[in-house]
């Protein structure tokens, strides 16, 4: 049985299924449930319960702080306001001594403040939603004895998680060495836990409607991060061939030198980054450099605005930990979707075609001033710093980022980009290519926009493709109007494995990818010939329909892994 | 006893999440009992649920009320917080 989901970390897993009971309570699990205990004995447990549950979230934001940096651990520590405050704690108290069981007291009153916030219009009390139904199971779990945690920390062998839902402090949790796949009935590619499981590497399919009904505790299942499936008890010659690709990429020799195709052509692999703690990562994954450093997280994870001074700080440790690599910054790219502490953003009808990436920081001078200030600083330091900006749509937006840049930094010794993800600018990429240092194309956003589909929209899996012929088609003019100006590609297309060959044959020469799939991305360029593949990158370019594309990969597939 | 005194929120995340978690942080240090009060809606200051269901946003005028031994501190220190200036346009 196939179950049809949203990709959200690449990979393929082979695992035994352990399905996490849903963000829901087995009230039959609480002892009082049957025999109810006097009012001082639930206080009594509950009192217990809550303790237990802050030494967890305590211990859990410790070992995220370690494993994947301070800002993930902020969003945890946040939840241990909510054990001691008067607005949860007060009610659950008061329908205790109402006569509730402490389970079902703890449990309607979580939910009722979730329900109450998630209704809310904001997406920063909706996170709080999710945060408090977080904590409330948490400490339901420890009352009824099914705690979550225990069940996750308790794994052995090969194990894929299936859930509902996976809460933040559910994913910070897994233990990468026994959790090879996650399957969720819901989420999106940007919700936290798909965030996390792509910083861990551990292979994710989101959204897999039907998860729960047809898939039960200790079913095989095999997890296909990258096309967004989960098959449950799937054929045995699926599962030689996952365990095949899942073993090919676990035991890949980390490749620290530049690679180059078979016939000599070099090929620059890259990683992505939010944090340093990734640039570190990435560098010992063998990443070549990182081609897009996110700087947004930053902002988001913070109490307030970062000012000049913590920014400098922070970017220097990210080009300290790229030793000497080439790190090129992507300056704040937000928009009324993504919050940022200290920065108001407008809510808009339509935020993707809105007051985001280089039109907020234009607006927003102040803030943008800071950070190129603290980017002149960083590179003032460190060699092979660059800085490109986001979501520019035309000259008009460089003349006046650099007429910024002229004010506020007029010695800033970075190269200076341009991400190409608003068509206009790669219709212009010629012009543009003339007045930058280099383009760097977002393939994500370039896609949804040249084929107006969101890719997180299940209904529109069938459109949002980085292989149909217009966006194909797009990426081979971009690369010829850029002439001899750098161009990297930084999107996830640069991720899937089937489009590597035919990016490579199209002429792309530097991608950036997430730092788990470098050693795997330079194995595979050592085994192209880049000759053979541009023949067919051609042929591609004359595609009229996906199907015509998809003929063609498998032709590529054909030639550079025969099977 | 109780000393009181009313702010315009000016910054443009209104009393948000994490600027909320700060500020019942800081009001959980004080003795006494504070509340910001909303068009005639009171929240208790030491609880980051009942700030946050209070929705207040850039513009809105609240009122902070400190009653107890350290009032006085605990109400300058918090209008402090309030008032800390926010994001603002640099002037060229």
Same mark, same amino acid.
């Given at each position: 049985?196939?179950?049809?989901?949203?990709?959200?970390?690449?990979?393929?897993?082979?695992?035994?299924?352990?399905?996490?009971?849903? =963000?829901?309570?087995?009230?039959?699990?609480?002892?009082?449930?049957?025999?109810?205990?006097?009012?001082?004995?639930?206080?009594?447990?509950?009192?217990?319960?809550? %303790?237990? $549950? /802050?030494?967890?979230?305590?211990?859990?934001?410790?070992?995220?702080?370690?494993?994947?940096?301070?800002?993930?651990?902020?969003?945890?520590?946040?939840?241990?306001?909510?054990?001691?405050?008067?607005?949860?704690?007060?009610? &659950?108290?008061?329908?205790?001594?109402?006569?509730?069981?402490?389970?079902?007291?703890?449990?309607?009153?979580?939910?009722?403040?979730?329900?109450?916030?998630?209704?809310?219009?904001?997406?920063?009390?909706?996170?709080?939603?999710?945060?408090?139904?977080?904590?409330?199971?948490?400490?339901?779990?420890?009352?009824?004895?099914?705690?979550?945690?225990?069940?996750?920390?308790?794994?052995?062998?090969?194990? *894929?998680?299936?859930?509902?839902?996976?809460?933040?402090?559910?994913?910070?949790?897994?233990?990468?060495?026994?959790?090879?796949? =996650?399957?969720?009935?819901?989420?999106? /590619?940007?919700?936290?836990?798909?965030?996390?499981?792509?910083?861990?590497?551990?292979?994710?399919?989101?959204?897999?409607?039907?998860?729960?009904?047809? %898939?039960?505790?200790?079913?095989?299942?095999?997890?296909?991060?990258?096309?967004?499936?989960?098959?449950?008890?799937?054929?045995?010659?699926?599962?030689?061939?996952?365990?095949?690709?899942?073993?090919?990429?676990?035991?890949?020799?980390?490749?620290?030198?530049?690679?180059?195709?078979?016939?000599?052509?070099? *090929?620059?692999?890259?990683?992505?980054?939010?944090?340093?703690?990734? &640039?570190?990562?990435? &560098?010992?994954?063998?990443?070549?450099?990182?081609?897009?450093?996110?700087?947004?997280?930053?902002?988001?994870?913070?109490?307030?605005?970062?000012?000049?001074?913590?920014?400098?700080?922070?970017?220097?440790?990210?080009?300290?930990?790229?030793?000497? @690599?080439?790190?090129?910054?992507?300056?704040?790219?937000?928009?009324?979707?993504?919050?940022?502490?200290?920065?108001?953003?407008?809510?808009?009808?339509?935020?993707?075609?809105?007051?985001?990436?280089?039109?907020?920081?234009?607006?927003?001078?102040?803030?943008?001033?800071?950070?190129?200030?603290?980017?002149?600083?960083?590179?003032?330091?460190?060699?092979?710093? #660059?800085?490109?900006?986001?979501?520019?749509?035309?000259?008009?937006?460089?003349?006046?980022?650099?007429?910024?840049?002229?004010?506020?930094?007029?010695?800033?010794?970075?190269?200076?980009?341009?991400?190409?993800?608003?068509? $206009? &600018?790669?219709?212009?990429?010629?012009?543009?290519?003339?007045?930058?240092?280099?383009?760097?194309?977002?393939?994500?956003?370039?896609?949804?926009?040249?084929?107006?589909?969101?890719?997180?929209?299940?209904?529109?899996?069938?459109?949002?493709?980085?292989?149909?012929?217009?966006?194909?088609?797009?990426?081979?003019?971009?690369?010829?109007?850029?002439?001899?100006?750098? *161009?990297?590609?930084?999107?996830?297309?640069?991720?899937?494995? @089937?489009?590597?060959?035919?990016?490579?044959?199209?002429?792309? @020469?530097?991608? $950036?990818? #997430?730092?788990?799939?470098?050693?795997?991305?330079?194995?595979?360029?050592?085994?192209?010939?880049?000759?053979?593949?541009?023949?067919?990158?051609?042929?591609?370019?004359?595609?009229?329909?996906?199907?015509?594309?998809?003929?063609?990969?498998?032709?590529? $597939?054909?030639? *550079?892994?025969?099977? | 006893?109780?000393?009181?005194?009313?702010?315009?929120? !000016?910054?443009?995340?209104?009393?948000?999440?994490?600027?909320?978690?700060?500020?019942?942080?800081?009001?959980? !240090?004080?003795?006494?009992?504070?509340?910001?009060?909303?068009?005639?809606?009171?929240?208790?200051?030491?609880?980051?649920?009942?700030?946050?269901?209070?929705?207040?946003?850039?513009?809105?005028?609240? !009122?902070?009320?400190?009653?107890?031994?350290?009032?006085?501190? +605990?109400?300058?220190?918090?209008? +402090?917080?309030?008032?800390?200036?926010?994001?603002?346009?640099?002037?060229?």
């Amino acid at each position: 049985m196939m179950l049809h989901g949203i990709g959200a970390s690449p990979g393929t897993a082979v695992g035994r299924l352990v399905l996490l009971g849903g =963000i829901d309570v087995d009230m039959d699990g609480d002892p009082e449930t049957a025999a109810p205990g006097s009012v001082e004995d639930s206080l009594a447990r509950l009192t217990v319960a809550i %303790a237990t $549950s /802050r030494e967890e979230i305590v211990a859990i934001a410790a070992a995220a702080r370690d494993r994947i940096g301070a800002e993930h651990a902020a969003i945890v520590e946040a939840q241990l306001l909510v054990l001691d405050d008067p607005e949860w704690y007060g009610p &659950v108290v008061d329908a205790i001594r109402a006569g509730a069981t402490p389970t079902a007291a703890a449990w309607a009153t979580s939910q009722e403040i979730a329900d109450l916030l998630g209704s809310l219009e904001d997406p920063y009390l909706r996170e709080r939603s999710a945060d408090i139904l977080d904590v409330g199971q948490r400490v339901v779990g420890h009352l009824t004895g099914s705690s979550r945690a225990e069940a996750l920390s308790d794994l052995s062998g090969d194990v *894929v998680i299936g859930a509902h839902e996976l809460t933040p402090t559910d994913t910070l949790g897994l233990d990468p060495d026994v959790v090879r796949g =996650i399957v969720t009935e819901v989420g999106a /590619r940007t919700s936290h836990a798909a965030i996390l499981a792509r910083q861990l590497g551990i292979p994710a399919v989101v959204g897999a409607t039907g998860l729960l009904e047809f %898939a039960n505790n200790g079913n095989l299942v095999v997890v296909d991060g990258d096309a967004g499936v989960c098959t449950v008890n799937p054929e045995p010659d699926l599962v030689d061939r996952a365990r095949a690709d899942a073993a090919s990429r676990a035991g890949r020799v980390v490749l620290r030198q530049t690679v180059t195709t078979s016939d000599g052509i070099p *090929v620059l692999v890259y990683a992505n980054a939010s944090s340093p703690q990734d &640039v570190e990562r990435a &560098v010992r994954w063998g990443a070549d450099g990182i081609g897009l450093f996110r700087t947004e997280f930053f902002f988001m994870q913070s109490q307030s605005l970062p000012d000049e001074e913590a920014q400098a700080a922070y970017y220097g440790a990210a080009a300290e930990a790229a030793g000497g @690599r080439p790190i090129t910054f992507r300056t704040l790219d937000v928009g009324g979707d993504k919050p940022v502490p200290g920065l108001h953003v407008e809510a808009e009808e339509n935020p993707f075609l809105g007051v985001r990436g280089v039109r907020l920081t234009l607006a927003h001078r102040r803030v943008f001033d800071d950070q190129l200030r603290a980017l002149a600083r960083t590179a003032a330091r460190y060699a092979n710093v #660059s800085v490109m900006v986001p979501m520019v749509s035309g000259l008009e937006e460089l003349d006046e980022v650099r007429a910024v840049l002229e004010e506020v930094a007029p010695a800033a010794a970075f190269r200076f980009g341009t991400m190409v993800e608003v068509p $206009s &600018v790669a219709v212009l990429a010629a012009e543009m290519a003339e007045e930058v240092d280099f383009l760097s194309v977002g393939t994500n956003d370039l896609t949804a926009y040249l084929l107006a589909a969101d890719r997180g929209n299940k209904h529109l899996h069938y459109l949002y493709t980085e292989f149909h012929p217009a966006v194909l088609r797009v990426l081979h003019q971009i690369l010829v109007g850029a002439g001899t100006t750098p *161009v990297s590609v930084c999107g996830e297309v640069a991720g899937d494995p @089937r489009s590597l060959p035919l990016l490579v044959g199209l002429g792309f @020469r530097q991608l $950036s990818v #997430s730092g788990p799939l470098v050693p795997e991305i330079k194995a595979r360029i050592q085994r192209l010939d880049s000759v053979g593949i541009g023949r067919i990158a051609e042929s591609v370019l004359r595609a009229r329909r996906h199907a015509d594309v998809e003929a063609a990969l498998e032709e590529l $597939s054909a030639l *550079v892994e025969p099977r | 006893m109780s000393v009181s005194s009313s702010v315009v929120i !000016t910054d443009p995340l209104g009393l948000h999440a994490r600027p909320a978690a700060q500020f019942v942080e800081k009001a959980r !240090t004080f003795a006494s009992d504070v509340t910001l009060d909303k068009d005639g809606t009171s929240a208790n200051c030491k609880s980051l649920l009942s700030i946050l269901k209070l929705g207040v946003t850039q513009g809105t005028e609240v !009122t902070v009320t400190a009653s107890g031994d350290d009032e006085q501190g +605990a109400l300058d220190a918090l209008l +402090a917080l309030l008032q800390a200036e926010p994001e603002a346009e640099r002037s060229p």
